[in-house]
């Protein structure tokens, strides 16, 4: 009892968030006159009130429920960025004037909103596999959901049917994978697995952590849509409607991240040779540099020929993918520090993408490439507005979206020059880039997505040093 009063103690950011999905769906059903408001407006409060108390936690390290999560600086920094971003989705993106979301319910959007978020925050915490799993399954099942938020459109219907089937796949190659990891250690706990796989390998149980590594990151490249997990994606961006598209090419790529970071780094870390040290025995970064060089190269050459605005950015979300697996792929303290400073760009640069699109859809109802040239004769600032995202997402200094890139190309390039072509092939891969983002009203939630790209740069000291700070992983029990 005392272990579960004190774990609810630092659980408060997940506790406010399951309360105010309750109050959210009590409120709809009350059926009053200005319960669409009264929904927004809770569900904006829930989510600052998350976003104070993740701050309020600070520095804690520990484990909650028995060790089934973890609460470390590396946690709270990625609890930051998942609520951070569901507070810009709900905040930016309004049913008012929208031509997607017109007529639909929003106690329901809002209800799966917080519980996409809830879910998102356990699935970056998870110091468990059952945990990871099932949180995992709850980012996934909320997220079908959304997808299919536009219940008379097929595009949107098609879209759910496509993102269930490939997610069904990925996650039950992940569970199998699991079992196997669960087999050959006898332990969930990442900690225990990580000790167990330190204990030392027979040439059998080699090959099989192998096998248990690829059916794994089945499902964490499933949430990142990196490739070969990504053709659920174009679609999927393309049939949901515009705010969901958003959100899922942000939230829950972060959360995927998050825990691949937490189950590459910590469980399968020597103990005592340093955090970021990992199983001598297994070739992890060969294994993850091939599957980032393909996330970027089919990203960004598939774009190219893309006519319709929102697939071209899930193809461009794909090539970040891959951009952001550098990090991963470094396996040091730079190379993860790098993956956390490209993942605070990727939000802003990426929502605010995604915002000048629905708002540009709103005005001209056209998600049409073609029509996106004479923007700036018919709305001046949306037109800055995107040159300045794109050229983020491109990665043209001195914007963040550039930020991110020197720091996980720095860590690739100091492991040395056996990975200096690695190097060389993400830069060309932003060369390629550049050609589709070159040829492409609520003012207020525009400007503040803008400075989101422009002010880090000014305060990166500040970013350096919460980056810096929160490299710390729970050890576990």
Not at 142 to 161: F, Q
Not at 367 to 378: A, E, H, Q
Not at 415 to 422: F, L, N, R, T, V
Request: aromatic share 12%; proline share 3%.
């Amino acid at each position: 009892m005392n272990e579960l009063l004190r774990s609810l103690h630092r659980f408060w950011p997940e506790v406010v968030l399951t309360v105010g999905l309750l109050l959210v769906v009590l409120v709809d059903t009350i059926r009053a006159r200005g319960r669409d408001v009264a929904n927004w407006l809770l569900t904006m409060a829930t989510l600052a009130a998350a976003f104070v108390l993740s701050v309020r936690l600070g520095a804690q390290s520990g484990g909650l429920f028995e060790g089934m999560l973890a609460l470390d600086p590396i946690g709270i920094f990625f609890k930051l960025i998942l609520i951070g971003s569901s507070l810009l989705v709900v905040g930016a993106f309004r049913f008012e004037g929208s031509r997607e979301l017109r007529g639909q319910g929003q106690g329901e959007f809002y209800a799966l909103m917080l519980a996409v978020t809830l879910s998102n925050l356990l699935m970056a915490a998870a110091n468990d596999l059952a945990m990871l799993y099932l949180s995992l399954e709850m980012v996934s099942i909320t997220s079908y959901v959304m997808v299919a938020y536009l219940k008379g459109d097929r595009l949107s219907n098609e879209a759910s049917l496509k993102y269930i089937l490939f997610g069904a796949v990925s996650t039950g190659a992940m569970l199998y994978g699991l079992s196997l990891l669960y087999g050959m250690t006898g332990s969930t706990s990442l900690p225990v697995i990580r000790q167990v796989l330190a204990s030392g390998l027979t040439d059998a149980n080699r090959l099989t952590v192998y096998v248990v590594a690829l059916l794994v990151f089945a499902g964490f490249g499933f949430k990142t849509a990196t490739v070969p997990f990504h053709f659920w994606c174009p679609d999927v961006y393309q049939g949901a409607p515009t705010p969901v598209t958003a959100f899922l090419s942000v939230a829950p790529k972060t959360a995927g991240f998050a825990i691949m970071l937490r189950f590459f780094f910590s469980g399968m870390a020597v103990e005592g040779t340093g955090a970021w040290d990992l199983v001598g025995t297994i070739d992890w970064p060969h294994v993850l540099m091939f599957v980032s060089v393909l996330s970027m190269t089919i990203g960004n050459v598939a774009a190219l020929t893309q006519t319709n605005m929102k697939r071209l950015l899930a193809y461009s979300s794909i090539a970040h993918a891959g951009y952001i697996m550098m990090g991963v792929v470094a396996l040091s303290e730079n190379g993860a520090r790098g993956l956390m400073v490209y993942l605070l760009a990727y939000v802003f640069m990426n929502l605010g993408a995604f915002l000048v699109v629905t708002l540009v859809h709103n005005q001209d109802g056209t998600f049409d490439l073609r029509d996106y040239p004479g923007l700036y004769r018919r709305a001046p600032l949306l037109t800055v507005a995107m040159a300045i995202f794109l050229l983020s997402l491109m990665g043209i200094p001195p914007l963040v979206g550039f930020m991110g890139k020197l720091y996980v190309f720095a860590a690739i390039i100091e492991k040395g020059p056996q990975y200096y072509w690695y190097a060389v092939v993400g830069a060309v891969n932003a060369a390629i880039a550049a050609f589709y983002y070159f040829p492409l009203a609520d003012s207020a939630w525009i400007l503040l997505l803008i400075l989101g790209n422009v002010v880090p740069l000014f305060l990166w000291s500040h970013v350096e040093g919460w980056t810096r700070a929160s490299l710390s992983l729970y050890a576990g029990r």
